[in-house]
């Protein structure tokens, strides 16, 4: 067990729709990433926060948001859902923001994922 | 080209061999070396890390870091069927602002009972 949590496990929703996926990092941990893993296509990084802030962003969708609250939980928003959104995503954690104080403080653990499926 | 090439396998050994998995890679400025275990329908888990070039042995794990030849390796020794999984590799490099935190597409392992 990593220490992150993901809810929900699985999610069914219709095209069109739109949904929140949740994620709570380790405790301590202050970065928040987010990825999207479809059947034929490797680890996709979407978004980083560190302490609430946006970090870095990567292949993510004007479609897709996320944000980070003062507790250091993350959601990330998907709407005007298409079949091909349909993947697991993930999240993982790292103490550190990224850069600098060696790989374990950068190092990412990931949850569980949610699987979400749109129809 | 991508900055991180890994075969995607799969890979299928018998129970007992020597499994060696391997990542290419073009950025020079990498500097950390993961090996991540994801089994089906799981995270992703961390195996190992490595920073310099040489060898890091963990149990029946040991990883491998060619930094010239820009080239690194996960051997799994005595491998046994709950080995079975995909491997990703990830390397990260950079500073604030700056960082890159980049997998492989991930080598799926079978081994064989």
């Known amino acids: 067990d990593s220490g992150v949590t993901q809810t929900p496990k699985h999610l069914i929703t219709a095209t069109g729709q739109r949904v929140t996926l949740r994620c709570s990092p380790r405790s301590g941990d202050l970065s928040v990433y987010w990825y999207q893993q479809s059947l034929d296509q490797g680890l996709q990084f979407l978004i980083q926060y560190y302490n609430g802030e946006e970090r870095a962003k990567g292949n993510i969708l004007e479609r897709f948001s996320a944000q980070q609250f003062p507790d250091l939980h993350s959601e990330l928003n998907l709407s005007s859902l298409e079949l091909g959104d349909s993947a697991l995503y993930f999240c993982?954690?790292?103490?550190?923001?990224?850069?600098?104080?060696?790989?374990?403080?950068?190092?990412?653990?990931f949850g569980p994922g949610t699987r979400l499926t749109v129809l | 080209q991508k900055e991180v090439e890994q075969d995607p396998g799969p890979l299928s050994v018998p129970e007992g061999a020597i499994v060696s998995l391997n990542c290419t890679y073009s950025n020079s400025a990498f500097q950390y070396f993961m090996w991540y275990r994801q089994y089906s329908r799981k995270g992703p888990e961390l195996l190992m890390y490595?920073?310099?070039?040489g060898n890091k042995e963990d149990g029946r794990f040991t990883a491998q870091v060619d930094k010239s030849s820009k080239y690194i390796s996960l051997f799994i020794r005595d491998s046994q069927p709950s080995d079975s999984a995909t491997y990703l590799c990830?390397?990260?490099?950079?500073?604030?602002?700056?960082?890159?935190?980049?997998f492989g597409t991930g080598t799926r392992l079978k081994v064989l009972a």
């Open positions: 990830a390397m990260s490099a950079g500073t604030s602002g700056t960082y890159k935190y980049i």
């Open positions: 993982a954690s790292s103490v550190a923001e990224g850069g600098g104080g060696g790989a374990l403080w950068n190092t990412q653990y």
């Open positions: 490595t920073y310099s070039s």
